[in-house]
């Protein structure tokens, strides 16, 4: 693994560590358990298993199909998508063999108390697959790049980031379960990087209804540190 990914790894796991991340949606209490890049070798087989949590998975280079009752899903950077597997469901996966082949996997692990049957249900109907957006890829895009910093706002950037990706997505695209009215962007290529990520936290609730009181101020002092940095 290059050290780019050590690096990044490293920053995001302190900024999730110890159940850093939470947020609430309707009600629906979130916490991020794990966040990881990962580099699988060419044609690796991953045998049929489960998690006792969600999970997101982006590709962002070479493939990567995951089998869900023998039924092979996908997914390849230029889809723009990403899989997003419920709680206990049970997959198996086989990466590309393709050369030159280099398969980036980002794993964003999820727990949603409560709300899992619903959340498998409309992500069935989706055959979990859901599209990476302009406003969530310029999300994206920061949080990779943030995660190769090294500074003393690296932490609470990240945690900003990350929170307002996730609360994006899941309004986006389960707004039947949370009854929230999907947040609605133009295009992030009409604009400029800065200007799109600052719209964008401004309109995506700040990570507010936090499980324990302290985090609200982690949360107010995380995104005011990552808007001042972007004036």
């Known amino acids: 693994m290059q050290d780019f990914y050590l690096k990044f790894n490293r920053n995001v796991n302190r900024a999730v560590g110890d159940h850093a991340i939470r947020f609430t949606l309707n009600g629906i209490e979130f916490s991020v358990l ?47 998508q990403l899989l997003f597997l419920p709680d206990l469901l049970l997959h198996s996966r086989r990466f590309g063999k393709d050369g030159p082949h280099r398969a980036t996997l980002i794993g964003i692990q999820i727990h949603a108390p409560g709300a899992e ?34 500074t003393g706002a690296t932490v609470p950037v990240l945690r900003a980031l990350i929170t307002a990706y996730l609360m994006l997505f899941f309004r986006k695209n389960f707004g039947e379960l949370f009854g929230c009215e999907t947040p609605r962007f133009s295009p992030a290529i009409r604009e400029s990087r800065i200007g799109t990520i600052k719209r964008i936290l401004s309109a995506t609730p700040t990570p507010c209804r936090r499980l324990r009181a302290s985090s609200n101020s982690a949360s107010a002092t995380s995104t005011a540190s990552l808007q001042r940095r972007l004036e």
């Open 34 to 80: 794990n966040f990881h890049k990962s580099v699988p070798d060419p044609d690796v087989f991953i045998e049929e298993h489960e998690h006792p949590f969600c999970t997101m998975d982006i590709i962002e280079s070479g493939s990567m199909t995951t089998f869900v009752d023998d039924t092979p899903i996908r997914s390849v950077p230029a889809m723009k």
């Open 117 to 150: 049957q619903k959340i498998a249900e409309i992500a069935a109907r989706r055959f979990y697959q859901f599209p990476i957006d302009p406003a969530l890829e310029t999300l994206w895009n920061e949080i990779a790049m943030q995660g190769e910093t090294e």
